[in-house]
């Protein structure tokens, strides 16, 4: 069966310091990959979108890469910020299902 | 723009019990999606509407059970609660276009608990 993995650990860092943050899977051949947000409480928000056929995708201070060879994703946030500090969600798509398959997420906190 | 948004926030209902969970599209989306987020967890498909119409279902029973209006607001109906239905249940609505990965916006959820 399909299944996706994130680091269930917290992840701690500094204040201007890069979070990477990895989503591996297996089982699977998305056409697509998304990041979400989600604070507690919240509903996810979403970041990045990064298809199948890119390696890279770049906002502002956001960075996705995909590889699906290692069937893995890292998604990087430089300069990180306390304002960072949230569950970040991986998501996989393919253009027949109609639904997201989310990974449980990982927490990052960033140190001021 | 108006986001999604979902009603009630937060419900409390005992084993056995229905329970009936509201959701309005962003506006301009015709597509409305369902998830059941357990603690801890990610958000997990339950199913689709586009069209007034099931379009898609994930590995949930039949007790639960979807409806969207004309307007694509949407209603979540679960039937004989149990006690693991516990969960955050998120709406999410997007716009339906000919390549399908397009972003989801979640409204920010109902928090059901079973007792």
């Known amino acids: 069966s399909q299944k996706i993995e994130q680091n269930s650990e917290a992840l701690n860092i500094q204040e201007g310091k890069t979070a990477t943050l990895t989503c591996n899977y297996t089982n699977y051949s998305p056409a697509y990959l998304q990041w979400y947000r989600q604070d507690p409480g919240r509903g996810p928000v979403f970041l990045l979108l990064i298809r199948e056929n890119e390696k890279e995708k770049r906002k502002e201070r956001l960075k996705v890469t995909f590889d699906t060879t290692l069937k893995q994703s890292l998604f990087h946030i430089t300069a990180s910020q306390p304002a960072d500090s949230a569950t970040y969600l991986c998501?996989?798509?393919?253009?027949?299902?109609?639904?997201?398959?989310f990974g449980s997420g990982t927490r990052l906190q960033v140190q001021p | 723009e108006t986001g999604v948004t979902q009603s009630p926030t937060h419900l409390i209902k005992t084993r056995g019990q229905q329970v009936t969970l509201r959701c309005s599209s962003q506006?301009?989306?015709?597509?409305v999606s369902w998830y059941q987020q357990a603690l801890g967890q990610g958000p997990q498909f339950i199913f689709q509407y586009y069209r007034e119409e099931e379009n898609g279902r994930g590995n949930f029973p039949p007790r639960f059970s979807g409806l969207q209006f004309p307007n694509y607001s949407s209603e979540l109906n679960v039937n004989a609660l149990e006690l693991d239905d516990s969960a955050l249940y998120l709406c999410?609505?997007?716009?339906?276009?000919?390549?399908?990965?397009?972003?989801?916006?979640f409204g920010e959820g109902s928090r059901l608990t079973v007792l």
């Open positions: 506006s301009g989306h015709n597509t």
């Open positions: 998501a996989l798509g393919d253009t027949g299902r109609r639904a997201l398959t």
């Open positions: 999410a609505s997007s716009l339906r276009t000919g390549v399908n990965s397009g972003e989801l916006f």
